[in-house]
């Protein structure tokens, strides 16, 4: 009888998404919201921003505006994040009713609200 050697099994991991941290609320728990704000998150530069995020939530009553916390850790650009929040809104659902993102600190940056006009 032989021995056959088999090359080694690897097991390759891919990295989680680096949204999977953010809290992400509906103020009625409406599912196209919440989906709509996983696929904003997925449009968002990279996962060093998505690290600054902690919650994105969506006013189902001023459909939608969204509120955004960031995390205490590490430097960040509140207003950057406000327009990289904005672009994907304006992607995943056509616009918004305005962007308020929240800093570590106290500080905060808002967004009026954004509907572009279609291609004429």
Partial sequence: ???VD???RRIVRRPGNPA???AV???HSLKHELDGMRSMLGLMWGAAALAKIKRIECNSKASPAFNVWLRLEGEHSTAGIAH???AAACRVF???NGITVYGPEGESVSLD???PRPAA
């Fill in 94 to 96: 056509g616009g918004h």
């Fill in 25 to 27: 609320a509906s103020r």
């Fill in 84 to 86: 990289s929040v904005a």
């Fill in 1 to 3: 009888m032989s021995v």
């Fill in 6 to 8: 088999f090359p080694q």
């Fill in 113 to 115: 609200p954004e509907w």
């Fill in 20 to 22: 999977d941290h953010i």
